[in-house]
């Protein structure tokens, strides 16, 4: 089942969304957003401090994983489930497609630090913008500001539910990989 959001531009988009493992439904909602994947994708990520075990000392770490195309977007909650992490393993080194995001080095860098990851094939928008333009400071540019000048639309900060999970509030912060997606599309097509 896919949940529906509007995004600023107005475009609808189905949101498929995975938070704990139950390989029918799993299978079922990737099969969903694969049947929609495009040869380019939006990438985001979410952090978050937790606990790092020993000494009440916190750390970083990717929690939750965004990745749109022109019609639908997944979301995956991070977890040890080996089952998940095979999934996306095998969907981030995937031959034909590019993800695309702003500023994704260091996602990246932390995928591969913590799970091993290797994406094949990315491009950071910032570094694109920058260099197709002429324009260096296009490099440091936000999401916000980056679509607004390129897509003329005016994203709004994203609505943060003090009850919501962190899934909903993911939910709720689909832009950024949406229109990392529209971006990229502009840039590479």
């Not at 094939?121 to 333009?133: G, H, M, P, R, Y």
């Not at 002429?134 to 609505?159: M, W």
Request: proline share 1%; with cysteine; aromatic share 12%.
């Amino acid at each position: 089942m896919a949940n529906e959001f509007v995004m600023n531009d107005g475009k609808t988009i189905k949101t498929v969304i995975i938070d704990k493992y139950d390989s029918t439904v799993t299978d079922n909602r990737w099969n969903l957003f694969l049947q929609e994947c495009e040869s380019i994708i939006g990438f985001d990520t979410e952090w978050s401090y937790v606990s790092a075990g020993k000494e009440d000392k916190m750390e970083t770490r990717i929690v939750l994983l965004r990745f749109c195309s022109e019609t639908c977007c997944l979301i995956v909650k991070l977890t040890d489930d080996h089952r998940v992490l095979e999934k996306l393993g095998s969907f981030l080194c995937s031959k034909g497609i590019v993800f695309a995001g702003f500023h994704i080095q260091k996602d990246l860098d932390k995928l591969q630090k913590m799970y091993g990851f290797e994406v094949r094939s990315f491009v950071d928008l910032n570094q694109v913008a920058a260099k197709l333009n002429n324009e260096p400071s296009l490099s440091v540019y936000g999401v916000r500001k980056l679509v607004t000048y390129f897509l003329h639309v005016h994203l709004s900060k994203p609505v943060r539910f003090s009850t919501g999970t962190q899934v909903d509030n993911a939910a709720a912060d689909l832009e950024e990989a949406y229109f990392a997606y529209k971006i990229a599309e502009l840039f590479l097509r």
